[in-house]
Structure formats: structure tokens, C-alpha cells
């Protein structure tokens, strides 16, 4: 998932800020998502599964080249993402580092990440509020190796709050 702010979207999700000012790697329920101008763009409000990623960019091309070895062509996060994000005059430099929601990386005393099957069980989810207008960028994972070589449509809902 990435975040821009609706009304100037150079404003957009970053991952060092949110690490930075969260005071962890492990974002979960009760940590906010901030913007590249230390702004709170989300709150996560629920988060059942309680493991997901801020450190791995979107997948690409190349990443299937270069961390999974493979010379063929494989559709990507990153194609997902700034080909549907063009309708809003974004372009593809403009893709932050994603919030990847469920997605378990794992990191050992060395520093050396791997990605591991996802912990989240069916029904799971994440419950985040806004908190400036957003364009949001979602795409379900297209790696298999981070999907236990499984792929499942994304389920999001919309909820306008109550004022």
C-alpha cells in the first residue's frame, strides 16, 4: 500500500519517517503511517495478524532478475502500482517504499533479510484511518515465494466515518 496527499501529492507515505517516529520496525495496531513532511497520514486502528513490512521496496522486474533469479519477464508490485497511480498524475519515480501489509520479513542478529511465509490466517485484517485525504495505491503481492506460492484477490472496504 502507498500513500499521497490528495491535495499536493508530493506529499507521500514514507517508510524512514514512519520508522523513525514510530520507534520501531514492527508497525502495528496503535503506530501511524507518516508522510516524507512528518505528517500522520493513517492510524492503524486493528491489526489481527500483527506482522508487516516497511523495509522492502514494491517488487519490480528487476527484482525478480536479481533477488530471485529469474531472466524471464514477471509481472510486479511496482507495474501494479504506478501503471493505476498514472490516472492521478503520478509516475513511477514517484512510488514510495510500499506498506506491506502481512507480508513477513524477517531479519537476523547479522541484519540479513529473508522473506518468509505470510503468518496471516483467513479472515485477518488491518483497520486504518485517514487522516488527511489520500490517494491509495493497494496491490496484492505478485512474488510467489512471499505468498507461500498461493495468490488470493486483496478484500478492502471503504468505511466514510461517522460525523
Not at 505528517?39 to 527484482?63: Q, V, W, Y
Not at 488491518?126 to 506460492?149: F, H, P, R
Request: charged share 20%; glycine share 4%.
Amino acid at each position: 500500500m502507498v500513500l499521497f496527499n490528495a491535495e499536493d501529492k508530493r506529499e507521500k507515505l514514507s517508510s524512514g519517517k514512519t520508522l523513525d517516529f514510530e520507534e520501531t520496525i514492527l508497525i502495528t495496531k496503535g503506530h501511524h503511517l507518516w508522510s516524507n513532511r512528518s505528517h500522520k497520514m493513517m492510524e492503524i486502528l486493528e491489526d489481527t495478524n500483527g506482522r508487516n513490512d516497511f523495509l522492502l521496496a514494491p517488487c519490480s522486474p528487476e527484482t525478480f532478475q536479481i533477488m530471485y533469479q529469474n531472466p524471464e519477464y514477471h509481472p510486479s508490485c511496482f507495474e501494479n502500482l504506478y501503471t493505476n497511480l498514472a490516472a492521478f498524475g503520478l509516475e513511477p519515480d514517484d512510488v514510495p517504499t510500499a506498506f506491506n501489509i502481512f507480508m513477513n520479513v524477517q531479519f537476523s542478529a547479522d541484519g540479513k533479510l529473508t522473506v518468509a511465509p505470510p503468518t496471516s490466517k483467513a479472515g485477518d485484517y488491518v483497520l486504518l484511518e485517514a487522516k488527511m485525504d489520500l490517494i491509495v495505491g493497494l496491490t496484492a503481492c505478485s512474488a510467489e515465494q512471499s505468498n507461500n506460492y498461493s495468490f488470493k484477490p486483496i478484500q478492502y472496504e471503504i468505511i466514510r466515518a461517522q460525523n
